[in-house]
């Protein structure tokens, strides 16, 4: 999948289709390594927007039909911080 | 393209960049270090000004004794995160005593004007876009400042001694 | 709530004049365009990246991290009410106060922070190069002013290197960040040798006061402990001398590789002797030029404003007996007070199971209340992420600790072994590679019971999610490291660092342990501690005398057996 951070308020974006979502679950999985390079080279060349930086691809994988990241940081980054579980996506909050 | 900041306004960049290699043009040439040290007797003999240009890493007191030769020594900043030049400028001014222009050359950004400008640089290659407001809004932008420096700017200290 | 017509008492430290206050406030509105040019693509991220970090703001994990700027961690009531505001309005309701005496705000947008540096430029607070490879927040000892162990109070040179060095045009642009730290005690409380330059108050054989000024110490990825780089600088002196380290690391340190570029890895290639030669030169001709020199007026001007706060006499000093629970906070959170009834009170933000260093809103306020009506309006911040109140009479103890307990801040475990320091880790930086919070949160609950604490006696354990070393594991008695093996968290076990007048650098054990080991293996590490000390040890002297082996065997054994 495809990740990055809004500029205005540093909120973690998912890519879907041309655009972002909040949250993980409601984004793009890319099947292959040509697809998700595809992706990031169009991001990149959307930097220039200025609505999001530092986009880039992490792997995810099918958990019983749900999708997870498969390093921690991405599980973090995904929910929230795992000492604070009121906060974050996890708690349904996101930045405006 | 770039245009070249001089006591505040546009200014005509007189100097001809030479390649190490290449032949030197007529008039004012800026090269570099290593060429300076190659052809020292040379270029010193010629009746147009010289001016040299220092990479980050090379230390002004390279110059020796010929430092105040050149009418321009240019300081380039490979990326606008390396600051030694700062402290090349400020060697210049003060241990060399270095009079003539010294240019910011390079990558540098809008925000690091003020400060070149207080370690002694007086001229500034800069991109097309950079206005002559926006240079003078750089210089403004802090009221005062706590340290001295060699533009000789009074102090927040000096301030509060003359109240 | 106290009733705020009341004007709260003003703790002596250092109040902005005309031109401090313009100069906070220029600088806001300076990151304020800087900001509307990174909105409008003017700047582009890589451009705007040194400038936002100049200013305090990081992009990490789940948003911006803001970082206030507490100059050698002392703050007044007023201010950490705004801190408490600041987390009610543009946070998520609490802050984290950090290893360098700063507070961290983690849910920050970027496009609140022109608002709160205005806010906070009220009441006298910036987050002026708070990160960025410039001179960072100066730090001292938390018990400055209070202790009678000092030859003087170490803030008000604090103050001076921190204006000297707020854009010193010369030193924005360094090869990585620098961090200065002052003290003026033998027992170090603010880890001078594990600083880019420390300077230490001292007195010559004649008994002058000047600073011994010592450079070279970091942590990271290559730890190093400080080299004495004079023994003896006159108080005159040290703005010119300061300068000169400064500027030779400016232009001497290599700019090609990022993991190469802090002092200590300059001081350590070319050698103590070669710095100390290149030093000397820069600050022989800085004395010359005169413009750097330090008049007396000067200091003594500064130093007033630090000056000892009227302290009531005819005070008793005896401790008050207020029951079992009250003793045992005593035993450990009190600190003897020069004056003569007084004491400085510690409040540890480590109650088992919390995150360390963290402070709610609510907390802040009541903090800011007990500041008003025991401490003189007065707290400080400690690089191990606790809060003191540095002027508290004895008589009053009681009452504190009693609000304490309401507070669920009343732990009586500072300097024990949960009383740990851990930084932020994977739960919110950017940067990690391993969560360190829980890790602290698990050892923490393991040894919670205040009998074992006291058994095991002073034990200082520190959390890094990462090398970058935020929660100076290299200095931790049992230091614990956070590393990422194919994307899961383990954690290495370092024994014997110290941050303290005997600093020592940890040594690594070995291999990492699981999220599930970790706990486990720390204990049995100090059951070998229990089995193998002599009379009078703590840990890390037992660990300094008989070696890692018994440990290490120890560690892995069981690890082994599971």
Known sequence: MLTANRLRDGDVLYRKGDGWVLFLADGDVYPDQASADAALAAANAELVRNEFV?????EVRDAGGKIVPVKEREIVRAAGPTVHRHTGKQAGQVHA | MTRLIKSGAYAQDVYARAADDAPLPEG???????????????????????GIKLQASENPEALGADVNHFALIALEFPKFRDGRAFSWARMLRTRLGYTGEIRAIGDFLYDQVNYQHRVGFDAWEVPDHFTIEMFNRALTEMTNVYQPSTDGRTTIRQLRAKR | MLNTLIQPPQPNMYRYDEFDAQFVSDRVNQFAGQVARRLSGELTEDQFKPLRLMNGLYLQLHAYMLRIAVPYGTLSSKQMRKLAHLARTYDKGFGHFTTRTNLQFHWIRLVDVPA???????????????SGNCVRNVTADQFAGATDEEIEDPRPLAEIIRQWSSLHPEFVFLARKFKIAVGATEKDRAALQWHDMAVQVVKNAEGRVGYLVMAGGGMGRTPYVAHVMNEFVEREDILAYLEAVLRVYNQDSRRDNIHKQRIKILINTIGPEEMRRRVAREFEELKRMGTLQLPKEELDRITAYFKAPDFETGLSDDMPDAGPDFANWVKT?????????????????KTPGQVPGDCSAAQMDAIADLMDQYS??????????????????????PAIYAKLKELDFASPNAGLITDIIACPGLDYCDLANARSIPIAQKIAKRFENLDRQHQIGELKIKISGCINACGHHHAGHIGILGVDKKGVEFYQLLLGGSGAEDSSIGTIMGPGFGEHEIADAVERVINVYLAERKAGERFLDTYRRIGMEKFKAAAYQEAAAA
Do not use: W
Request: charged share 25%; aromatic share 4%.
């Open chain 3, 376 to 397: 003189l309006g007065e707290v400080r911040v400690s690089h191990e992420q606790n809060l003191i109140l540095p002027h508290v009479r004895k008589k009053d103890l």
């Open chain 3, 333 to 349: 959170n009190i600190h003897k007070h020069k004056a003569p009834g007084y004491a400085i009170a510690t409040i540890t933000l």
């Open chain 3, 116 to 130: 709160m540096l205005r806010e906070l430029a009220d009441v006298e607070m910036h987050c002026i190069q708070t």
């Open chain 1, 54 to 58: 530092a986009p880039y691809l992490f």
């Open chain 2, 28 to 50: 004012p040439v800026l090269v570099s270090l290593a060429r300076f040290q190659k052809e020292r007797d040379a270029l010193l003999a010629r009746n147009t000004p010289v």
